[in-house]
């Protein structure tokens, strides 16, 4: 059984900063792809950052410059670093990895974490 676990959400003013962090736990064997995605209130799931295995990070356009996607692949974690933020960045913020895990070490399979609050707003 793999979890994802995310943490750091919260009320933050237009301007503010936010980091928040996700840690993956089971019986993991690797992990490739990690990553952040937010649904907004009446809209559809949108890919916020990701980050490969080897450190390469991509944003979405909405947040380049404001974001930096991080991870600790010894610790199966992965972090996102908000700043600037705006009213429009309000939503669920959700962790999303690639995860192979025992016993069939070599399939990867998305799995997602319960997700996050984040609302910006004075």
């Known amino acids: 059984q793999v979890q994802l676990v995310e943490s750091g959400g919260g009320l933050v003013q237009p301007g503010g900063s936010l980091r928040l962090a996700c840690a993956a736990s089971?019986?993991?064997?690797?992990?490739?792809?990690m990553g952040w995605y937010r649904q907004a209130p009446g809209k559809q799931r949108e890919m916020v950052a990701v980050?490969?295995?080897?450190?390469?990070?991509n944003y979405a356009d909405s947040v380049k410059g404001r974001c930096t996607i991080s991870r600790d692949n010894a610790k199966n974690t992965v972090a996102l670093e908000m700043n600037s933020l705006k009213p429009e960045d309000t939503a669920v913020y959700s962790c999303?990895?690639?995860?192979?895990?025992?016993?069939?070490?070599?399939?990867?399979?998305?799995?997602w974490g319960q997700g996050t609050l984040v609302i910006v707003s004075s």
């Open positions: 980050i490969t295995k080897g450190g390469i990070p």
């Open positions: 999303n990895a690639l995860v192979a895990s025992w016993p069939d070490k070599y399939r990867y399979l998305e799995r």
């Open positions: 089971g019986s993991i064997f690797s992990i490739n792809d």
